[in-house]
């Protein structure tokens, strides 16, 4: 079964400084990729997704994730932080050919950003 | 539009009794799940609803659990004689979901549960 993993459960980083949040999956299979974020009290919203095509793909507000068949992972990066960007941020995937739209969630890393 | 709502949104009940949870998704999406999210735990798959298929229920951690969606669009998650370990938020999401793409899954509020 997909697994996701997300090493780092809290990350603390000072603004204007670069993150690096990582995630990786379990399957080698052709998957869809996902980073959900959790503003505090707030509900989970898409941040961006891998589907197909470019590797690499960017949000509106500055964060890009690169998708790496080879390890198997879906890191997610900005090169510079705001006191907004602190949330929860979730990686997910789904299986593109047997559960397509089962998507199964990693257990969150959070992002605090110190000013 | 409106989004996917969830009732109610705090919920706190006495060890052993059953609750019930409702969620109203998108009108149009055909695709329904369920989560848990415990504070450290991430995100608990339960339960997923596509379209007439059979529900896909592997995610569900109990007997105790069972949820069911009436007429593809509003579902209810009941929890049956309630134990401690079952306080979390509960959340609801939906999406559009066809074969061969994956799209976007839009969140509902969440139900706080709280067993005492």
């Known amino acids: 079964a997909q697994s996701v993993t997300q090493l780092d459960s809290q990350v603390p980083v000072f603004e204007e400084a670069p993150v690096e949040l990582r995630c990786n999956y379990s399957s080698s299979v052709s998957v869809y990729l996902f980073w959900y974020v959790q503003y505090p009290n707030q509900g989970l919203q898409l941040l961006l997704k891998?589907?197909?095509?470019?590797?690499l793909v960017e949000s509106i507000n500055g964060f890009e994730a690169e998708f790496n068949k080879s390890q198997t992972s879906f890191h997610l990066r900005k090169p510079s932080v705001h006191i907004s960007d602190t949330a929860e941020y979730f990686c997910a995937v789904s299986d593109m050919k047997t559960s397509y739209d089962k998507v199964i969630f990693g257990p969150g890393t959070s992002l605090s950003v110190i000013p | 539009g409106a989004g996917v709502s969830q009732s109610p949104s705090n919920k706190v009940t006495e060890k052993g009794k059953d609750v019930e949870l409702r969620c109203d998704p998108i009108?149009?999406?055909?695709?329904l799940y369920w989560y848990r999210q415990s504070l450290g735990q991430g995100l608990e798959f339960l339960i997923y609803?596509?379209?007439?298929?059979?529900?896909?229920k592997s995610g569900l951690p109990s007997d105790r659990f069972s949820a069911e969606r009436t007429g593809g669009s509003v579902s209810t998650l009941t929890i049956q004689r309630t134990q401690q370990e079952d306080s979390a938020v509960y959340l609801c999401?939906?999406?559009?979901?066809?074969?061969?793409?994956?799209?976007?899954?839009?969140f509902g509020p969440g139900t706080r549960l709280t067993v005492t």
């Open positions: 609803f596509q379209g007439n298929s059979a529900p896909d």
């Open positions: 999401a939906s999406s559009l979901a066809r074969q061969g793409y994956s799209y976007e899954q839009y």
């Open positions: 891998y589907l197909s095509g470019s590797t």
């Open positions: 009108s149009g999406h055909t695709a």
